[in-house]
């Protein structure tokens, strides 16, 4: 298929591109590029480029695809929260137009980059698909708003899906040290220490990146009628961890680190186990890859590689709350996140 990635310099994004590229797709992407001085490693691969914010899409950009998969927008809870009205700005307002639009000039598939945080504060009980919303952060609620509008778009000729990720992890070219496993095995190879920040309770299922990309390619190349107007949880149902067990992963791969919990650690209200057998059922190609053990082995094995030191990880280069602070203090964006000056050359479109 002629494919549109949104967000495809991110870090999901510079994962799932080369997958798609390596399916045989044709691959085109849309990103504004705010981390492009925080690349890790060798880089990605370069595909046509239009650099622009998602807000700023026009029916022209996105004429003549098959399929849209939409990743674009601000990543995590801390950076929503910085400021909220903007999350729904970029994550909401900017996602259900980009539908709309994708409708307007034909695309027929649609494929949300949602999240298990729609669930937000839902307990021990597994819950699934049909499981009500309860997010509890603008970046949560962001997306469960994304869902509720974009479902009612559907019909014969537009047909959205749903793909709700457990929190990522893994090695990626636009690396990120704000997710729970990447957080905690480079604490734990860069001081000796598993640094918990919470008191342990809360459950999080957890699923890699290739993971999420396999999805995404899953639901790609699916018969329609399976994934018409539907959501589905992606990640594996026995990788539903609490904090403190993922903790206790990364202590026995790091070699001789403690764990450590915050003087300030209490319960996060963020909780949730997700239940993934839908997608498993359904989608026969989704055959996810990874494990957390095998995740954090991956990450603890790069690290050591590379030398990673607490400064960088702890830094604004791979900390996406701290990188944005950081463009905004320098004048390089303002503070609706909109470039000022060009850090790097622009990209080739």
Request: proline content about 5%; hydrophobic content about 40%.
């Amino acid at each position: 298929m002629r494919v549109l990635l949104t967000g495809h310099r991110g870090y999901i994004g510079t994962v799932m591109t080369p997958m798609l590229l390596a399916a045989g797709h044709e691959v085109v992407g849309i990103d504004t590029d705010l981390y492009q001085r925080c690349t890790f490693g060798d880089g990605f691969p370069t595909i046509p480029t239009i650099q622009k914010d998602i807000r700023d899409v026009v029916a022209a950009d996105i004429n003549g695809f098959e399929a849209i998969l939409h990743l674009a927008g601000l990543s995590n809870d801390p950076l929503g929260d910085l400021n909220p009205s903007l999350t729904f700005d970029i994550n909401y307002k900017a996602s259900v137009r980009l539908a709309e639009l994708a409708k307007q000039v034909g695309v027929e598939r649609f494929i949300f980059s949602s999240s298990c945080s729609n669930y937000g504060a839902a307990g021990d009980a597994p819950v699934n698909e049909t499981s009500e919303f309860n997010p509890v952060t603008p970046y949560g609620s962001s997306k469960a708003m994304t869902e509720m509008d974009v479902t009612k778009m559907a019909d014969d000729s537009f047909s959205p899906t749903f793909l709700r990720s457990a929190t990522a992890y893994g090695v990626s070219p636009r690396l990120r040290f704000d997710l729970v496993l990447n957080n905690l095995v480079a604490w734990a190879i860069t001081t000796g220490k598993v640094h918990i920040k919470s008191d342990g309770t809360p459950w999080r299922p957890i699923v890699h990146i290739e993971d999420i990309s396999r999805a995404f390619l899953a639901v790609l190349h699916a018969p329609r009628a399976l994934i018409h107007n539907e959501s589905f949880n992606v990640g594996r149902t026995q990788e539903n961890y609490r904090i403190s067990e993922i903790a206790d992963i990364v202590k026995a791969t790091v070699p001789g680190c403690e764990i450590e919990y915050a003087e300030d650690a209490g319960p996060d209200l963020r909780c949730y186990r997700v239940d993934c057998e839908k997608i498993a059922k359904t989608l026969p190609e989704f055959q996810p890859q990874w494990t957390a053990k095998k995740g954090a082995e991956e990450l603890y094995n790069t690290y050591k590689k590379v030398g990673l030191t607490l400064d960088e990880f702890e830094g604004e280069r791979y900390k996406r709350i701290a990188h944005i602070k950081y463009l905004i203090s320098d004048g390089l964006l303002d503070q609706n996140l909109r470039w000022q000056q060009a850090v790097l050359t622009p990209l080739v479109v």
